[in-house]
């Protein structure tokens, strides 16, 4: 994937999934949804949201419904 960058023109980053070595949240946030992102250099659902396995993303959490 490729995005602006204000250096550089364009700039290759490598794509990755919950759990794994990222250092932008763009490289979460391809795969897992915009309700990821990268926190200590790991893609994970941001706060209030959960990761559904199922669907490889980060959804909102509900605090009505247990899902199972």
Known sequence: KAFNDRKASRKCIQIADFGELCYLNEQCTF??????????RQCACRPGTHYVVEENGCFNSSSEYFFV
């Open 31 to 40: 795969r897992l949804g915009h309700e990821s992102h990268c926190l200590n």
